[in-house]
């Protein structure tokens, strides 16, 4: 394994290990009956309240065609500027649907310039719990 | 001869605790922040439960830390990245320097870290050189004034908007006009922007260090983290030794246990994992990533048993909030790094128990900031571990050391008990009664002059005690 020189690397394990052969007093075991969260009952609708908190407007579509519409709509809100895209087919896909006449910078171009004016990418995962 | 830090905390205590400006702004801040954090412990089903289960997972990564530092270490070398392991803050500095100076670095961007702030990382770059910018919109309007930051969350909170309008105008000659909040961030925005895309090193901290993925956590409302850790070629995180955690799903527990007690968001703006550098392909990230993982008095706290658990804290900030002394008295009177319960608690060990024990009594020990410490740290009960280690250290004072004998006498003896406090009546109605509540001569001086003298009881404790039993 590749180790970055340092000469403080064993003397602060070696402290470590002495100092621990104290053993502290172990904290109390949750009882595992305890529900720290409420469960999620409809995650779709906990994620657009969570949203609605955050301040982040979150718009359900029934299709792409009515993504890329959606889409567009608010491009055009935006300022003139380039608009700083994800390199993925599917995002490729809803901005030619969108049909947008703004300059589109893609991400396997490099990175946005300063000016852009948004981002659009894809999200992995939405966290009902937080609206992330 | 220069103040020591216990004459400097008492002198800048008194002078904050009557700054009624200072006490209205800090009331304002906390009052809002009192009522977020009710709401957002509300969203737990079981808000304890949530505390005993951080609390268990710091205690098996303190007491594990050897396993956990390496493992971290391990996968972060596997990511590409570099480890570096600093026994104090000297150590680290140098090392941050001369990558800089490798590396060509003229110019840094910060985000928010107390580490760096532990070991003066920016008068050490500043001194070789190199141009630091902070860009936490707090830390920044703190080094526009040349000032430590005031709270380990909200540097910049007592400040009111007027403060920062007018620091703006003069520092940033910006043309300012009112205290809009709109136009005060966008004031520093178009300030730390150009800074962002002129670095060529980024600095961070670290909240959790997470072992088992090799990943740094940050949790951050501003996203000026992201633009340090990606935008400069070079990042460097530096982090305590003891913010590692076992596994990547703790984090489903910590991250919004410590943004409730933070600032009572269910989770913060932005809460990034870093893996490493940019890897081939990717359009963003640094060359270089480096982790500075800092001792400085951590392991030698370690090794006490007792008051082990003080490693397991997550930086929230909810014991300085809920602190009345600090709440009084605000962030800088105690002229260190880490302010309110925790730094009273943390600082002896890292600074040394002669220098700082005196904040060991910087506490009424009503026992709120253990109540709300989300990791569950006993930090009323550590102050008074100071309290006694530092007696046991014989650093307290030749006088304290007198008096303390003197008063154990008194207390095992009960007659003399009893003459004393006819003595000490006596003396006192004398001292009042010719107006001298409060003077130099006066045995009670330190409560009486500042405040209406106490009223003297006619009678002893003994004597009432004795009459109620013989009328009941």
């Known amino acids: 394994m590749q180790q970055t020189e340092n000469s403080s690397r064993d003397r602060i394990l070696e402290r470590i290990r002495a100092g621990l052969r104290a053993p502290a007093p172990e904290p109390a075991e949750t009882s595992p009956d305890r529900v720290i ?35 567009a709509k ?59 | 001869m220069s103040a020591t830090a216990a004459q400097r905390f008492l002198q800048d205590a008194a002078v904050k605790s009557a700054d009624l400006v200072h ?79 490798r590396q060509g ?8 870290s107390m580490v760096t702030e532990e ?25 526009l004034r040349n000032e430590p930051p005031y709270h380990i969350v909200t ?102 246990v410590l943004a409730t007690s933070g600032t009572g968001q269910p989770i913060t703006t932005y809460s990034t994992l870093i893996g490493g550098p940019r890897k081939p392909g990717e359009p963003d990230g640094p060359d270089e990533f480096h982790v500075v993982l800092l001792d400085n008095g951590r392991s030698k706290l370690l090794a006490d048993a007792e008051q082990r658990e003080v490693l397991h804290c997550i930086r929230c900030g909810a014991c300085l909030n809920i602190c ?11 002229g260190t790094t880490y302010q309110g319960p925790i730094g009273s608690v943390l600082t002896p060990h890292l600074r040394g128990i002669s220098d700082f024990q005196h904040l060991s009594y910087a506490s009424s020990l009503c026992g709120a900031c253990t109540s709300v410490c989300p990791v569950k740290i006993d930090l009323h009960h550590h102050l008074l571990h100071n309290r006694r280690n530092a007696a046991r250290a014989g650093t307290t004072k030749l006088s304290e050391r007198i008096m303390f004998r003197v008063w154990r006498y008194i207390i095992l003896h009960p007659r003399i008990y009893a003459l004393t406090g006819w003595l000490a009546r006596r003396t006192l109605r004398l001292l009042y009664g010719l107006g001298l509540a409060g003077s130099i001569v006066d045995p009670m001086r330190v409560w009486n002059r500042r405040r209406s003298a106490v009223p003297l009881p006619s009678e002893s404790f003994r004597t009432r005690w004795r009459k109620g039993l013989a009328t009941n």
């Open chain 2, 119 to 143: 070991i003066h990382l920016s008068p050490a770059l500043e001194k070789a050189g190199i141009k630091v910018w902070e860009t936490d919109l707090g830390e920044f309007i703190v080094q």
């Open chain 2, 23 to 101: 006490r209205e702004i800090i009331l304002h801040g906390l009052e809002s922040y009192d009522a977020a954090v009710l709401r957002g412990r509300a969203r737990f089903k079981d808000w304890e439960a949530a505390r005993r289960r951080c609390q268990e997972i710091k205690w098996e990564a303190v007491n594990h830390l050897d396993r956990y530092l390496l493992q971290f270490e391990e996968r972060v070398i596997a990511h590409g990245g570099h480890v570096f392991w600093a026994a104090n803050g000297e150590e680290a500095c140098n090392y941050i320097k001369n990558l800089a100076s």
């Open chain 2, 105 to 112: 670095v003229r110019t840094v961007v910060k985000s928010k």
């Open chain 1, 37 to 71: 969260f409420e469960s999620i009952n409809n995650p779709l609708q906990r994620f657009q309240q969570e949203c609605a908190a955050n301040l982040t407007e979150c718009v359900l579509t029934a299709d792409t065609m009515a993504s890329a519409l959606q889409l």
């Open chain 2, 155 to 256: 540097p910049a909170m007592h400040l009111n908007r007027g403060q920062i309008s007018e620091l703006f105008r003069e520092k940033l000659g910006e043309d300012i006009h009112g205290d809009d909040p709109t136009e005060l961030v966008a004031a520093a925005r178009r300030k730390l922007r150009r800074a962002f895309f002129a670095a060529e090193m980024g600095i961070s901290g670290a909240n959790f260090l997470v072992a088992d993925s090799g990943l740094i956590a940050l949790s951050t409302n501003e996203g000026n983290g992201r633009l340090c850790t990606s935008v400069p070629r070079i990042h460097v995180a530096v982090t305590g030794i003891e913010k590692v955690i076992p596994r990547l799903e703790d984090l489903a527990y910590l991250w919004p």
């Open chain 1, 74 to 132: 608010v491009l055009e809100s935006l300022p003139a500027g380039e608009v700083f895209v994800q390199e993925d087919p599917s995002l490729r896909s809803l901005i030619e649907l969108a049909g947008s006449s703004r300059p589109i910078r893609w991400s396997s171009q490099g990175a946005p310039s300063e000016a852009s004016q948004a981002t659009v990418t894809l999200a992995e995962t939405l966290i009902a719990q937080t609206g992330s």
């Open chain 2, 324 to 334: 009345p002394v600090f709440r009084h008295i605000g962030g800088h009177s105690y």
